[in-house]
Nanobody, 122 residues
Framework: EVQLQASGGGLVQAGGSLRLSCAASGFSFDDYAITWFRQAPGKEREGVACISFSESRTYYLDSVKGRFTISSDNAKNTVYLQMNSLKPEDTAVYSC???????????????WGQGTLVTVSS
């Protein structure tokens, strides 16, 4: 059974760091991409970072470039999102999703994990 589970959210002060984890089961990363999305209150869901295993590429939302890093531990079937220099505007529910390739469009993803809340205080 294909499953994704996001974890690692919490409360952090501006300038601090958090690492989110997306634990996957039921499939191999080799032919897929994993994207971290986030949704803040009153805003549309947006893609934050993606790692494409089929293309061997990573992608980032412009506003997080240089601050966030997406990585994976393939042996553990886990994708991480290291978030540094956090800002209050990063506050959102973060979730991970599986797609064939990295794509910012939500309908392109077939499986989603439950979100984890990140709150950044000023």
């Amino acid at each position: 059974e294909v499953q994704l589970q996001a974890s690692g959210g919490g409360l952090v002060q501006a300038g601090g760091s958090l690492r989110l984890s997306c634990a996957a089961s039921g499939f191999s990363f080799d032919d897929y991409a994993i994207t971290w999305f986030r949704q803040a209150p009153g805003k549309e869901r947006e893609g934050v970072a993606c790692i494409s295993f089929s293309e061997s590429r990573t992608y980032y939302l412009d506003s997080v470039k240089g601050r966030f890093t997406i990585s994976s531990d393939n042996a553990k079937n886990t994708v991480y999102l290291q978030m540094n220099s956090l800002k209050p505007e990063d506050t959102a529910v973060y979730s991970c999703a599986r797609g064939n390739l990295c794509d910012a469009r939500v309908p392109e993803y077939d499986y989603w994990g439950q979100g984890t809340l990140v709150t950044v205080s000023s």
